[in-house]
């Protein structure tokens, strides 16, 4: 029962930061429904997990304790999401030496130019 109450608790923490990171306007827009949805969905799961709702689905995944698979399903998530932010970052970090060039090449255009 304590790790039901656990992942319940847990569940309503996420969406609690994740509604307040929205409120301040820490999250993009895109960002911020991806975190909502994510908060919502830990909090459906943690309500329907005392009912036995996914223990089959569980014990067929190989997962002995029902709560686990929140844990799991976590993991995955927020590992899809890491490889996405290090592709976003991948292409920020070549926009930013594209722009660093061209700013090289604009400064040095306004240097040899003769002033008058």
Do not use: C, N
């Amino acid at each position: 029962m304590k790790g039901y109450l656990l992942a319940g608790l847990i569940s309503v923490v996420l969406t609690m930061v994740t509604i307040r990171a929205i409120r301040k306007r820490q999250l993009t827009e895109m960002l911020a429904i991806l975190w909502l949805g994510v908060s919502l969905v830990s909090v459906a799961l943690a309500l329907i997990l005392p009912f036995s709702a996914f223990t089959s689905l569980a014990h067929f995944l190989g997962i002995a304790y029902p709560p686990d698979m929140i844990l799991v399903f976590g993991m995955f998530f927020l590992s899809l999401f890491t490889f996405r932010l290090s592709i976003a970052l991948s292409r920020l970090a070549t926009q930013q030496k594209v722009l660093v060039q061209e700013l090289a090449i604009m400064r040095a255009k306004i240097e040899s130019t003769p002033s008058e």
